[in-house]
């Protein structure tokens, strides 16, 4: 009667054995499938902000928004007087303050009413 217990029992623990392993691959088969999953929507979504990349104009379009365009047309008594003026670094102070305050908005809790 005992060896039929044994048996029994041996039986018993290998089914919990195999259900334990299954419960494993279970669980490993569904980690695999979400971070599959995550990496798919993070891959797709970088896709998508390639397209929409590619398709912004390039350089060559903005040719008409180049100061350098502008000043290279006039006559040079005018680029002279400006440069003595100081004008490009008037814009280059304007363009750097005008920075440090967007790059001041980014910051939370620094906005301070602007």
Not at 25 to 43: Q, Y
Not at 71 to 79: H, K, V
């Amino acid at each position: 009667m005992g060896a039929f217990f044994s048996a029994i029992l041996g039986k018993v623990v290998a089914l919990a054995t195999w259900f334990g392993k299954l419960f494993v691959a279970v669980f490993e088969s569904l980690w695999h499938l979400v971070t599959d999953l995550i990496v798919w929507t993070f891959i797709g979504s970088l896709k998508l902000i390639q397209t929409i990349l590619n398709g912004l104009p390039g350089t060559s379009d903005f040719q008409l928004f180049n100061p350098a365009t502008y000043i290279a047309g006039m006559p040079a008594e005018i680029t002279n007087m400006l440069a003595l003026c100081r004008i490009g670094e008037c814009f280059a102070i304007l363009l750097a303050a005008i920075l440090i305050k967007l790059t001041l908005q980014i910051i939370p809790f620094t906005r301070l009413g602007s």
